[in-house]
């Protein structure tokens, strides 16, 4: 069985190997689902490891539906990973209706022509599972990544099941993947498991210090930018 483990740091792809992980999945911000991480940390991974390594082309937390300038970013996250040298993407777009947005996954697919695709989480989203894993398979998407549709795979286990079952494509159950349960995915008939195995290290004590984290950015149905109004009522302000 593959294993595939999602890591957000050159500590965490290291400890990947050495545990004998088959590939790793390479992303920052696991608190928002992971996002796109940076060049210099792909370049480290990739120079360093001897497993296959993927990156999540994802521009930003929140949902799947993306602006023109994010899916232009998508793309070119895609022509710097093929540059670096990495062997797999990881990606995906959805359409207001939670449908496959299949010209734009597509677009994605070709451009990574010559590497491995899997379609991220947001497959979660989609309304007819079934309609959409036919239509990922005939643009060419390689793996699927999936809880099965529920809020981890160990409860979305009979989907993940019946899935693999009616599709030639990878079905990599992900999410909530632990020690406990990974065997259970194996005996299934799924033949790719993803996991993260975080634990939290380096504590520091930051009392009486402000917090950093802003919960007013942690929001999935709408997208955070800067305001033009306000920008320009600040800019007013101090010219």
Same mark, same amino acid.
């Given at each position: ?46 120079g ?21 300038a ?23 777009? $959805?359409?207001?209706?939670?449908? &496959?947005d299949?010209?734009?996954? *597509?677009? +994605? #697919? !070709?451009?990574?022509q ?89 504590? $520091?004590?930051?009392?009486?210090? &402000?917090s950093m984290?802003?919960? *007013?950015? +942690? #929001? !999935? ?19």
């Open positions: 069985m593959l294993i595939e483990v999602c890591a957000n740091s050159l500590a965490s792809a290291r400890h990947a190997e050495i545990a004998g992980a088959d590939r790793v999945e390479l992303c920052s911000e696991l608190g928002v689902g992971g996002v796109t991480p940076s060049i210099g940390l792909i370049q480290l991974v990739k360093e490891l001897n497993i296959p390594v993927h990156v999540l082309i994802r521009p930003r937390g929140g949902h799947f539906t993306y602006f023109d994010e899916f232009e970013v998508m793309k070119a996250d895609i022509l710097a990973c093929k540059e670096l040298g990495v062997d797999g993407v990881v990606a995906g777009v $959805l359409r207001d209706d939670f449908s &496959i299949v010209k734009r996954t *597509k677009a +994605l #697919v !070709e451009l990574s010559g590497i491995h695709f899997t379609f991220h989480r947001a497959f979660d989203w989609v309304a007819k599972p079934l309609e959409a894993i036919k239509q990922l398979e005939d643009i060419g998407v390689q793996t699927i990544l999936t809880s099965g549709g529920k809020p981890s795979s160990e409860e979305g286990i009979l989907n993940l099941k019946v899935w693999q079952q009616r599709s030639k494509i990878t079905i990599m159950a992900g999410g909530g993947v632990s020690p406990g349960n990974a065997s259970k995915f194996k005996e299934i008939g799924l033949s790719a498991i993803h996991c993260s195995g975080t634990s939290f290290e380096n504590p $520091l004590d930051l009392e009486g210090k &402000i984290n802003s919960s *007013k950015h +942690l #929001v !999935e149905d709408k997208v955070a930018v800067s305001n033009l109004d306000i920008l320009n009522s600040i800019v007013r302000a101090v010219k």
